[in-house]
């Protein structure tokens, strides 16, 4: 993840300095002309935030927590956490996987109502499915896209193939394996809940 992450710093603008060392002989290197900040697509996006904070210590990050409805299969926002100013950053936009990219989306709709420029924002992704690709891409020409793979095609539940699964849930030690119970039924539809 930490390549990925060096990776997409890249391309961030850079100038050239001179800085005068304290025995007085001068040093010619680079730094970046412009601040950064990371925005994690919750849950899996936040998997890259500790290699984002390796790579750029002083990083501020936000968070976005942007969930399908399973009824509709659209996108919905449930919370939004984003740095000051913003608009002032050049944005790295941080999720593990993008398949049909409605979600990437909606999160670079977001930074878009906040000012933020579209050439100011980098997607940054373990994996990206073709179609997600496609439509981020048609939709937000200037937005750069970094991935590390880039699988075919997605299947009629919306996860790409071959792909990795759910990577939240492997990150995290929550995956429900087939043949397992979940640990938490909510009940049918039919059936009230109650709640004490």
């Known amino acids: 993840m930490r390549i990925l992450i060096e990776h997409a710093v890249n391309f961030i603008s850079y100038e050239d300095v001179e800085v005068q060392m304290p025995n007085g002989k001068n040093y010619y290197g680079r730094r970046r002309n412009a601040e950064l900040c990371g925005v994690a697509i919750m849950r899996a996006g936040e998997t890259l935030e500790k290699s984002l904070r390796a790579v750029v210590k002083d990083c501020k990050v936000g968070k976005i927590l942007i969930q399908t409805n399973c009824i509709t299969m659209m996108p919905e926002l449930y919370f939004l956490r984003l ?114």
Do not use: W
Not at 102 to 115: E, F, K, V
Not at 159 to 187: C, L, Q, S, W
């Open 83 to 196: 740095p000051r100013h913003i608009n002032k950053y050049k944005v790295l936009l941080m999720d593990a996987t993008v398949a049909t990219g409605s979600c990437a989306t909606m999160a670079i709709r977001i930074l878009l109502d906040h000012d933020v420029l579209e050439e100011n924002i980098i997607l940054c992704a373990l994996l990206m499915a073709q179609p997600g690709i496609q439509r981020i891409a048609y939709s937000f020409p200037r937005v750069k896209l970094i991935t590390t793979c880039v699988d075919p095609a997605i299947n009629e539940l919306l996860h790409i193939i071959p792909g990795m699964g759910n990577f939240g849930d492997r990150y995290f030690g929550t995956e429900v394996r087939r043949g397992e119970k979940a640990e938490f039924d909510i009940g049918s539809d039919d059936e009230p809940l109650l709640f004490n």
